[in-house]
């Protein structure tokens, strides 16, 4: 995963339901929340390790999130909703290019969770817009800036593009 900033206890569970954080990710994360005042026992055993085994911390990050309140149990749906808000909140404020943002929309998308249209991912329900396309262009622009024979010129233009649709995907959505 590109993303390595801050997050909540609830986003960290999203991110965890998918299965995108590391075992170094738990040890950051888990001095985050220390850092931030989190008073939890489970929490302070994980911080600040090196080469963190994931198999080895499944269950004391498990029970550090209960104990920090985040939601216990996340479909897999909503987990990768919060998960693509909390990118593009990321693309918003500077942390994540947007071509790192949507890599790992597309990286989610492979693993067959079906983003697409997003609105069917959205645990309220929120409908379109009229006919505006959920992900699709924020996807077809980063393939764009895939394609190895366009020009620096091109590759600008999709990148501007493409945090523009990041940005767009969020106020509609989120």
């Known amino acids: 995963m590109r993303y390595r900033g801050p997050l ?3 986003q960290a569970a999203a991110f965890w339901r998918l299965g995108v954080l590391t ?15 989190a008073n939890s026992p489970t929490v ?13 911390c499944r269950a004391d990050f498990e029970k550090g999130l209960r104990e920090l309140g985040a939601a216990a149990s996340l479909s897999k749906r909503e987990a990768a909703w919060r998960f693509v808000r909390t990118l593009l ?4 404020e500077g942390a994540l290019a947007p071509l790192d943002a949507a890599h790992e929309v597309v990286t989610l998308e492979r693993t067959g969770i079906g983003l697409f249209p ?12 009229g006919e505006e396309l ?6 077809g622009l980063y393939w764009t800036l ?12 999709a990148t501007a593009e493409l945090r523009v649709e990041c940005l767009r995907v969020l106020e509609l959505f989120y």
């Open 118 to 129: 997003l609105r069917n991912l959205a645990p309220d329900g929120k409908p379109y817009a």
């Open 89 to 92: 909140i990321a693309v918003k």
């Open 134 to 139: 959920g992900i699709e262009m924020m996807l």
């Open 44 to 56: 302070a055993s994980l911080a600040g390790q090196r080469g963190v085994i994931l198999s080895d």
């Open 146 to 157: 895939d394609d190895v024979d366009a020009s620096d010129t091109e590759i600008a233009e």
């Open 8 to 10: 909540s206890p609830d």
């Open 23 to 37: 075992g170094d990710d738990v040890s950051r994360l888990a001095m985050q929340w220390l850092e931030e005042g």
